[in-house]
Nanobody, 122 residues
C-alpha cells in the first residue's frame, strides 16, 4: 500500500553531517506516523526517532538526542532525518518506516523502506 525509499546515506567523517530522506508513495502518507530505525552488523535493529502525522510530536533515542532531528513534509510525501555530530557508532543501515501509531517499537510500523547505508569514519 505504502512504498518508502530512503536516500542520502554515504560515508562521512566523525563530526560531520548527513541528511537522510524517505520518499513515500500514495496520498495516505500524511495519516501515518514515521519512524527511523537503524541496524549495525551483528546487532538488533534499534529505534532512532519517530514523528507523528502532524509533526506535533517527536521522540528520539537517547543515543541520538540532541544530534539528530526528524522532520516531515506531508505535501512532498517525504520524511527526513538530519544527522549532525556523527559518531562511528552511528554506522548502520538506516530504515524509515510508516505506521498507524506514534511509537518507538518497530512492531507498530507496517511499511518499511529498503534502507540506506551510513558509514562514519573516525
Amino acid at each position: 500500500q505504502v512504498q518508502l525509499v530512503e536516500s542520502g546515506g554515504g560515508l562521512v567523517q566523525a563530526g560531520g553531517s548527513l541528511r537522510l530522506s524517505c520518499a513515500a508513495s500514495g496520498r495516505t502518507f500524511s495519516s501515518y506516523a514515521v519512524g527511523w530505525f537503524r541496524q549495525a552488523p551483528g546487532k538488533e535493529r534499534e529505534f532512532v526517532a519517530t514523528i507523528n502525522w502532524s509533526s506535533a510530536s517527536t521522540y528520539y533515542a537517547d543515543s541520538v538526542k540532541g544530534r539528530f532531528t526528524i522532520t516531515r513534509d506531508n505535501a512532498k510525501n517525504t520524511a527526513y532525518l538530519q544527522m549532525n555530530s556523527l559518531k562511528p557508532e552511528d554506522t548502520a543501515i538506516y530504515y524509515c518506516a510508516a505506521g498507524n501509531a506514534y511509537h518507538s517499537d518497530s512492531g507498530w510500523y507496517d511499511y518499511w523502506g529498503q534502507g540506506t547505508q551510513v558509514t562514519v569514519s573516525s
